[in-house]
C-alpha cells in the first residue's frame, strides 16, 4: 500500500540510467563486497562474547548493505531529502570503520553500550577527539558529510528546501528532478565507496584476515569502479 503512486516519478528516473551507470557499479561492487566477506566470518563460534563482536561488526556492513538499497529506492521514486537521511548514517559507518581499524578491541565495549551511554563514547563528535583520527584527512571528509546530510536530511532544516523547489515552483511529495537525483546518486556513491574502504581496513583489524586474499576478483572490481567517478586530475 502506497499513499503517492510514484511510478510516473521512477519512469523519469530511469531515463537518467545512462548518467548514473557509473554510481551504479560503485554502489554494486561495494555491497558485493561487503556481503561475501562479512557471511564468510559467519561461523560457528564457541566462545559466545567472540560471536556477539561478529555480530556486533557485520551489522555494521549489512546495514550499509540495506541503507544502500533503501536510499537507491528513495531516489527513485524521488525523496531526496529521506534518501540523504540514510547518507548521513553511512558517513557514521565509516567513522567507526576509521576507529576500529585502529583499536578493533573496542568493538566489544561499543556493543555493550546503548542509547545515550554508547553515544556519550562512540558519537562522531567523540571520535573526533580521538588523536589517531582528529586531523586525518579520511576522517574529515566523513565527518563533513555526517553533518552535512545530518542537516539536509536528517533534521528539520532550511538547507532541506532545495529538495523541494526547482527554481520555477514548489514540489511536495515525490517529484522528477534529474539534477538532483545525479547529485545525490554521485554523493551515495562517493560516499559508499570511502565507506566500504574503510571497512575492509576494519574488517582486518578485526577478523585478522584480508578481504581482499578472501575475495580477489570483488575486491579487483571495488577497485576498479572507483575510476569511473573519481574526479579527473588536475593538469
Known sequence: MSIFDEREVEAGHHRLASAISAQVEVLVASTDL???????????RHDPEEHADYLAASQL???????????TKLLDCGYF???A??????AEIGMLALYFTEIPEDVRQWRKLSGKDQWKKFSPMKLNTKPRLKGTARFASLYEKFHFFSDYGTHPSSTSIIAHH???RFHIGPHVNAQLYINTYSDLANLTWHTT???GNAYFSIFSV????????E????????????PPLRP
Do not use: M
Request: glycine content about 8%; hydrophobic content about 45%; overall charge neutral.
Open 34 to 44: 561487503l556481503r561475501k566477506a562479512l557471511l564468510h566470518q559467519d561461523v560457528a
Open 61 to 71: 556492513g549489512f546495514r550499509i548493505v540495506n541503507q544502500v538499497g533503501a536510499a
Open 81 to 83: 531529502v529521506q534518501a
Open 85 to 90: 537521511g540514510l547518507l548521513r548514517d553511512i
Open 166 to 168: 526547482d527554481g520555477n
Open 197 to 199: 574502504d574503510a571497512c
Open 210 to 217: 584480508s578481504a581482499a586474499d578472501l575475495y580477489p576478483k
Open 219 to 230: 575486491t579487483q572490481r571495488f577497485i576498479e569502479s572507483w575510476n569511473g567517478i573519481a
